[in-house]
DNA sequence: ACGAAGCCCTGCAAGC
DNA sequence: TGCTTGCAGGGCTTCG
């Protein structure tokens, strides 16, 4: 690729983003972020999960980027007075598109660089947020008690057993609960469970060591391949580069109830856990 | 402290 | 065909 970006546009397919997807975001789109600033914020619809703030816009204007770092699904774009925090929600995206794109319905915000290229954050159901902060993002209360990242060297199946004990939840609810861990939605604690051979409902204080450990090894080679594959979904999901991910063809469980397990055959079990679609093997997963 | 349920929002699918 | 209803989901918030 020549440098430039491919301008993306159709709305097609998309799924949820979960830490990989937030990932192959910040990657897809760093390097176009890399020495530019902020020339205006464009904010269309002010009403998301929280309220943008009023302010924001005028904050940001004619700011350098920093760094745009990730923790669990929020990204922190990092600028000399402070950071911005934005979550893609369940239904949100990030493109690098032409300033003069005109807007569809649900293109909420755009940060307008200065060489006249658009940062368009989507998000049809506005699920996600986008907020500010002068101080160390860290410290933040959104950020403030979540757990380790899925992908670092201090979450493993040691940590999973010791934070596990005396728990009742489902080791779905579990894994699934930011404070033990970020980053693993609905589609991945699916997919590391059965990779694991461990049944959602279990009770997570019950989980054994070993047990722990390879649900560990399995969250972290879940959200590896899929970040090696671009996310799960979908042809436009980032601007980056535009390359499709095709990682929503390897799932082996979710979405799959009454199919056959890819392991055993034994049809795959649908059901509903705490609000959320829970699919297993009856049979591998105990 | 813990666990479960409620809520925010819109697009889509199913049912009448 | 066109309406209504239900469901999906992350994750904070509230309730028990």
């Known amino acids: 690729m020549s440098g430039r970006f ?4 159709s709305a097609e397919s998309r799924t949820l983003p979960e830490l990989p997807e937030v990932e192959t975001t910040r990657r897809g789109i760093a ?5 530019q600033h902020i020339a205006e914020l464009r904010v269309r619809q002010w009403r998301l999960r929280w ?4 302010e924001l816009p005028s904050l940001l204007a004619g700011q350098p ?8 699904k929020y990204l922190l774009f990092g600028f000399p007075s402070g950071t911005a925090i934005l979550h ?4 949100g995206s990030l493109r690098l598109l032409s300033e003069s794109t005109p807007p569809g319905k649900h293109d909420h915000v755009d940060f307008i660089l200065g060489n006249a290229t658009a940062l368009r954050y989507t998000d049809p159901r506005r699920f996600g947020a986008l907020l500010w902060t002068a101080d160390d993002p860290e410290q933040h209360p959104l950020l403030r008690d979540l757990g380790p990242e899925p ?6 199946g040691d940590y999973l057993f010791r934070r596990s004990r005396n728990r009742r939840v489902s080791s779905k609810a ?20 059965f990779m694991a051979g461990l049944r959602p409902g279990r009770a997570a204080g019950r989980l054994s060591r070993a047990e722990c450990v390879r649900l560990a090894e399995q969250i972290k080679a879940v959200l590896n391949k ?11 999901f980032v601007g980056g580069d535009g390359k499709p991910g095709y990682f929503s063809q390897e799932l082996s469980v979710y979405g799959r109830g009454g199919e056959p397990c890819p392991r055993c055959a034994t049809a795959l079990k649908s059901i509903r856990q705490g609000q959320r679609a829970t699919v297993y093997c009856p049979r591998c997963q105990r």
Do not use: W
């Open 88 to 91: 893609l929600g369940m239904s």
């Open 174 to 193: 579990f894994i699934m609960d930011s404070k033990v861990v970020v980053g693993v939605g609905n589609i991945y604690a699916n997919e590391a469970l």
């Open 6 to 9: 491919r301008i993306c546009h």
């Open 51 to 54: 309220p943008i703030p009023r």
């Open 151 to 156: 992908l670092g060297e201090s979450f493993d």
């Open 31 to 35: 390097p176009h972020l890399q020495g």
């Open 226 to 236: 899929a970040i090696l594959a671009g996310g799960t979904t979908l042809r436009d």
């Open 65 to 72: 980027l920093g760094s745009l770092a990730r923790r669990g």
